[in-house]
C-alpha cells in the first residue's frame, strides 16, 4: 500500500509463501503501470508492466493485477524467496515523461 | 554495458556549499531524469531532459539546476545546499518510446548538515 508518513508499510511472509502488494493509484487517466523493486543501497529495478487495456499479467513467480474501477494495482509473487526482501512499489504513467511513484511496501522474508 | 552511473556515491556537504552530481548512460536512451527519494515518500521528480538539448522541471526544482550535456550525460548542481537537500538521488533513464520503464543509476545519498 501507499506511505501515510515517515513509515513504509510492511508485508512479513515466510520464505515460499505468496507474498500479495497492494497499491492504489491516484490518475484515473494513467494508462500504464510498473512495478519496482528496490534493495537496500540500490537504486529501483523494473519487475514487471501492465498496459490499462489489462487486467493481469504475468511473469516468471510474479503476476500484476490491475482492477481500474477501484484504481488498485497488486504485485503477487509466488513461493517468495529470502532474496525477495526489499521495498516494492509501483508507478503510474499518466502521459508524456513523468510517471507518479508510489512509496512503496516493505517486504521482509523469513526463513 | 554499465548501465546508469551516478558519481559520487556519497557526499557530505555544509549548508551553503555547492556540488555537481554527475550521471551517465550508455544506454542510448534519449530520456534521463533526476529524481529524489525521502524516507517514506515515493520518488519525486526535479528536472527530466526528454531529449539532448532539452530540460523541464519535475515536481520539486527549486534549488536545483540541470545540465544535458550530451545524449549520455546529464548533471544535477545544487548551488547553494540546504539541509533540507538531504536526501538520495537517483538518475534514470528511459527510451523516449511509448513504455515507460525507466533504469535507475545506483544513487547518490547527500548529506547537508
Known amino acids: ?111 | 554495458n554499465a548501465g546508469v552511473t551516478q558519481t559520487p556515491k556519497f557526499q557530505v556537504l555544509k549548508t551553503g556549499q555547492s556540488m555537481t552530481l554527475q550521471c551517465a548512460q550508455d544506454m542510448n536512451h534519449n530520456s534521463m531524469y533526476w529524481y529524489r527519494q525521502d524516507p517514506g515518500m515515493g520518488l519525486r521528480l526535479i528536472y527530466y531532459s526528454a531529449s539532448e538539448g532539452t530540460t523541464d522541471k519535475g515536481e520539486v526544482p527549486n534549488g536545483y539546476n540541470v545540465s544535458r550535456l550530451n545524449k549520455r550525460e546529464f548533471s544535477l548542481r545544487l548551488e547553494s545546499a540546504a539541509p533540507s537537500q538531504t536526501s538520495v538521488y537517483f538518475c534514470a533513464t528511459r527510451t523516449g518510446t511509448s513504455t515507460d520503464t525507466q533504469y535507475f543509476g545506483p544513487g547518490t545519498r547527500l548529506t547537508v548538515l
Open chain 1, 1 to 111: 500500500g501507499e506511505s501515510v508518513g515517515l513509515h513504509l508499510p510492511t508485508l512479513s511472509v515466510q520464505e515460499g509463501d505468496n507474498s500479495i502488494i497492494n497499491c492504489a493509484y491516484s490518475n484515473s487517466a494513467s494508462d500504464y503501470f510498473i512495478w519496482y523493486k528496490q534493495e537496500s543501497g540500490k537504486g529501483p529495478q523494473f519487475i514487471i508492466d501492465i498496459r490499462s487495456n489489462m487486467d493481469k499479467r504475468q511473469g516468471q513467480r510474479v503476476t500484476v493485477l490491475l482492477n481500474k474501477t477501484v484504481k488498485h494495482l497488486s504485485l503477487q509473487i509466488a513461493a517468495t524467496q529470502p532474496g525477495d526482501s526489499a521495498v516494492y512499489f509501483c508507478a503510474e504513467h499518466t502521459g508524456g515523461f513523468k510517471t507518479i511513484f508510489g512509496a512503496g511496501t516493505r517486504l521482509f522474508v523469513k526463513a
